[in-house]
C-alpha cells in the first residue's frame, strides 16, 4: 500500500512537473517573441488557452490600448533623442525621422525595430516617382501629422497605432518627426547615415545624421555601378559631415556643395572630385537629429 501512494505521489510530480514546463517554455517563447513582460504574456495565454497566435493579438490590443493612454500623458514631454531611417530600394528611397526622450531607448532593439518599421511603410506607401525630366529627382516631403496618418505596411492599423504601442512598450514619448522621399529616373540614388553608436544590422540604416544624395554619370551610363554607388556614399558622408547650402552656390552668402574643400581630400573641392569621376549630383537632401 506504502509503495503504491509513492508511485502516484510520484507519478503526479511526473505529469505536474511536465506540465508546468510546457507553459514555461511557452511564456518564454512569447515574452522572446513580443517583448512584453513575463506577467503580461502569462495572463495572454491563460485568457486564450495557450493559443500563441491569439495570445500575441490580446497582447497587441493592450499594448496599443496602455500605449494610447501613455501617450496621452506623455504629450508635451521633450523627445529630442532618436534616430533617422534610411531605406534605398532600386531607385527610390526614404529618409524618416522619429523621436524619443532618451538615447538609451534609441539604442533599443524594440525602438530600432520601429524605426525599421516606420521607414519601410513610408517607402512602401508614398511611393516617390520621378519626375518627367531624367536629371531631376521628384522630393517628397511628408510631415508628422501625415506620417501617422499612414498605413501599416505589415500590420493593421496606421503608424501612429504603432508608435502607440511602442510607447506601451518603452513608457516613453514617441513621436514621428518628418520624412523626405526621392525618386529617379537614371543616375544612383544613395543614402548615408552616421551614428556614434553601433547599431544592429536592419534592412534599413539608421543614424543621428543622414543624407541623401543622387549621382549621375557624365555620359550616359556608369563604366562601374558599384564604383558608383561607393562615390555616391563617400560625398553622403562628405554632406553629412560639412552641411553644405545647396548643390550649387545662388548667393553670396552660400555654402554650395561644390566649391567645399572635400571631407576625406583636402587638397580637392567636391567639385574637383566629380570630375574626376565623370560625375556630377543632381540633388540632395540632410537630415540631423538636432534639427
Request: hydrophobic residues 40%; glycine residues 8%.
Amino acid at each position: 500500500m506504502r509503495r503504491l501512494v509513492i508511485q502516484r505521489t510520484l507519478s503526479f510530480l511526473r505529469y505536474g512537473s511536465s506540465s508546468t514546463s510546457s507553459a514555461a517554455i511557452l511564456v518564454a517563447g512569447l515574452r522572446k517573441k513580443t517583448g512584453y513582460p513575463i506577467g503580461m504574456c502569462k495572463e495572454a495565454l491563460t485568457k486564450n488557452d495557450n493559443d500563441l497566435n491569439a495570445a500575441e493579438n490580446w497582447l497587441l490590443e493592450q499594448a496599443k490600448k496602455e500605449g494610447w493612454a501613455k501617450a496621452e500623458k506623455l504629450i508635451g514631454r521633450k523627445a529630442q533623442q532618436g534616430l533617422i531611417g534610411v531605406l534605398v530600394k532600386n531607385r527610390q528611397a526614404a529618409m524618416v525621422v522619429v523621436n524619443c526622450e532618451t538615447d538609451f531607448v534609441a539604442r533599443n532593439d524594440k525602438f530600432r525595430s520601429l524605426v525599421e518599421k516606420v521607414t519601410h511603410t513610408v517607402l512602401d506607401t508614398c511611393n516617390p516617382q520621378p519626375l518627367s525630366s531624367t536629371d531631376i529627382p521628384s522630393i517628397l516631403s511628408v510631415d508628422t501629422q501625415s506620417l501617422g496618418s499612414l498605413k501599416f505596411s505589415y500590420g493593421t492599423g496606421n503608424l501612429s497605432d504603432l508608435v502607440a504601442e511602442s510607447i506601451g512598450l518603452l513608457s516613453e514619448n514617441i513621436v514621428l518627426g518628418r520624412a523626405c522621399l526621392m525618386g529617379v529616373k537614371r543616375g544612383t540614388l544613395c543614402g548615408y547615415t552616421y551614428s556614434p553608436a553601433t547599431i544592429t544590422p536592419s534592412t534599413v540604416a539608421m543614424g543621428t545624421y543622414a543624407a541623401l544624395v543622387h549621382l549621375l554619370p557624365a555620359g550616359k551610363e556608369w563604366e562601374d555601378e558599384k564604383a558608383a554607388r561607393n562615390l555616391g556614399m563617400q560625398i553622403g558622408q562628405h554632406i553629412v559631415g560639412m552641411n553644405p547650402s545647396s548643390v550649387y552656390g545662388n548667393s553670396d552668402n552660400a555654402d554650395p556643395l561644390m566649391e567645399q574643400r572635400y571631407l576625406l581630400d583636402s587638397t580637392l573641392t567636391v567639385g574637383d572630385l566629380l570630375k574626376q569621376k565623370n560625375a556630377k549630383v543632381s540633388s540632395f537632401v540632410r537630415y540631423a537629429l538636432s534639427d
